[in-house]
């Protein structure tokens, strides 16, 4: 029985995540030739507050980004 766990940083609709469900399953069927039914999926997801990569938290992370591109758009605009 094959299990997949997925850990996501921010948040996925319900559509995007039985997307991904789908697609896995399909993928293990077909190359590993389990049964669908026997493929096991968990998704996780963390809050960008509660994930830090390269010494800082996603948040912060993604805050500059969004502020440098403010910042880029002001400019660009005059």
Do not use: C, H
Request: proline share 4%; no cysteine.
């Amino acid at each position: 029985m094959p299990f997949v766990d997925i850990r996501l940083a921010g948040p996925a609709t319900r559509d995007q995540k039985s997307a991904l469900v789908a697609d896995i399953t399909r993928s293990l069927a077909e190359r590993l030739g389990k049964p669908a039914a026997a493929v096991q999926v968990t998704i996780t997801e963390y809050a960008l507050e509660n994930y830090g990569a390269g010494g800082e938290l996603l948040v912060d992370r993604l805050s500059a980004a969004a502020i440098g591109e403010d910042a880029n758009a002001a400019d660009t605009s005059r």
